[in-house]
């Protein structure tokens, strides 16, 4: 059950640590040789080609690729009122953090006359992807979709597989979260079709479409398997993306202090997302690294997805990995740049901020993972595979782009025309400077 790495009595380089550290391999590359012809039978043949692409990965064929109305407003009235109400207070949470990530518009005076703004403008339209593979994410709409509200996008399509078992339909808890927002678009799709779809929207084939039954969107966000990714990297350019998001991972640095119960359990939380998940804990006590291994024995073959636990915490990319002490720690956790690292160390908040690449932190023993994917107010959709180490989680900045207005008056222009002319001489570029002295 799970490997040892034991870097104890040396201090490896990052270039040897990032050779050394566990990680999943995802193939992306040769998923996208997989998938191009399925992006470009949708860009063709637009809802045939996504009814084709249903019944031959999903086993349905949607009679409605875009879910009816009737069947959101159902969707939200048969919601369990407790997973409403949990839904509701995540909603409040996270709406409460995102709203506080809006960028604000500045003006700067650069010289009498000459001044320059700089505007922060959401995109368009957006489409958020929702999975349904091997477990089903309401609470990835709520990510996805608050951040797009309180960046002020106008437009939100989401897009999640049909389910053979519901006629169709996506998810009914997906389909009432969405409801529940307020997001009346949406797609009964999954998989590389479905970024098609909103890459090069999509014609209408069945008269239920009508002419059109999607338009394209300006920006594709949320987590999906390697085709999802390969999919997305392959319309990159065209549209933006988020990211290219892999197996799930887990980093937790602990010292002799931490509870083996809570990081074991907090282990198998995360392996429990996909057989490639990684879970990872670094620590200086080998006191807690055979305490933690004999636990995540006991949780792996209790837990109700025990197989997939199971081979995720036995793949190469799960490790346990010793350490000589925290600062040895710290070097390894912001070499690996896992998308969550906790930290279970006497004065955690204090090595927290000494961390310099994480996709989210979680401070302490009472601040589990789990309360990220749900409750905490951060977003959950995060980098993974040591995108941390550039790029950061989902957020409001995902649907903003900064604008820069120019506002000079003629004596301000007059004031730098020379040296306008100067440089674009020096560039081998006469007219730019000759478009300032027509001016005068």
């Known amino acids: 059950m799970i490997s040892r790495i034991d870097l104890r009595g040396r201090r490896p380089s990052r270039r040897e640590l990032l050779a050394e550290l566990p990680r999943a391999?995802?193939?992306?590359?040769?998923?996208?040789?997989?998938?191009?012809?399925?992006?470009?039978?949708v860009r063709t043949d637009g809802a045939r080609a996504l009814r084709d692409l249903s019944e031959r990965f999903d086993g349905i064929r949607p009679e409605h690729v875009r879910v009816p109305a009737a069947a959101l407003a159902q969707a939200l009235a048969a919601l369990d009122p407790r997973v409403r109400a949990a839904l509701e207070e995540t909603v409040r949470r996270v709406r409460q953090v995102h709203a506080a990530q809006r960028p604000q518009d500045f003006t700067v005076d650069v010289a009498p006359g000459a001044r320059v703004r700089q505007r922060w403008l959401p995109v368009r339209r957006v489409g958020l992807y929702v999975p349904g593979g091997l477990a089903v994410y309401p609470s990835s709409v709520v990510m996805n979709v608050v951040a797009a509200q309180e960046a002020g996008v106008g437009s939100l399509v989401v897009v999640s597989p049909p389910q053979k078992d519901r006629d169709g339909l996506p998810d009914p808890v997906v389909?009432?979260?969405?409801?529940?927002?307020?997001?009346?678009?949406?797609?009964?799709?999954?998989?590389?079709?479905?970024?098609?779809?909103?890459?090069?929207?999509a014609a209408g084939s069945d008269e239920v479409d009508g002419e059109t039954l999607c338009e394209p969107v300006d920006v594709i966000t949320g987590p999906g398997n390697v085709y999802v990714a390969a999919a997305k990297r392959l319309v990159r350019?065209?549209?933006?993306?988020?990211?290219e998001a892999g197996p799930t991972?887990?980093?937790?640095?602990?010292d002799g202090t931490a509870d083996p119960v809570h990081v074991a359990a907090d282990l198998v939380s995360q392996a429990e997302h996909d057989?490639?998940?990684a879970a990872v804990l670094v620590t200086p006590s080998v006191e807690l690294a055979g305490a933690v291994q004999a636990k995540l024995v006991d949780l792996a073959e209790a837990t109700m997805n025990r197989d997939r636990v199971l081979t995720a915490l036995n793949g190469s990319q799960s490790a346990i990995v010793l350490v000589d002490d925290l600062e040895a720690g710290l070097d390894v956790v912001n070499a690996y740049g896992a998308e969550h690292l906790e930290i279970q160390t006497v004065d955690a908040a204090t090595w927290a901020d000494r961390v310099t690449s994480a996709g989210a932190i979680f401070v302490g023993p009472w601040s589990p993972v789990s309360l990220g994917d749900y409750m905490a107010g951060s977003n959950h959709v995060l980098p993974t595979g040591g995108c941390a180490h550039f790029a950061s989680g989902l957020g409001v900045h995902s649907f903003v782009r900064a604008v820069q207005v120019v506002?000079?008056?003629?004596?301000?222009?007059?004031?730098?025309a020379d040296r306008v002319v100067a440089l674009a001489d020096a560039e081998g570029l006469p007219a730019h400077g000759e478009a300032v002295r027509a001016r005068f």
Not at 237 to 243: P, R
Request: hydrophobic share 60%.
């Open 249 to 254: 991972e887990i980093a937790i640095l602990a």
């Open 275 to 277: 057989p490639l998940a």
């Open 237 to 243: 350019g065209l549209v933006g993306i988020d990211a």
């Open 175 to 201: 389909l009432g979260t969405c409801a529940l927002l307020g997001v009346d678009e949406v797609y009964a799709v999954g998989g590389a079709q479905a970024v098609a779809m909103l890459a090069y929207g």
């Open 407 to 416: 506002e000079y008056d003629a004596d301000a222009l007059a004031q730098v």
């Open 25 to 41: 391999e995802l193939d992306v590359e040769h998923a996208a040789a997989a998938v191009a012809p399925i992006l470009e039978q």
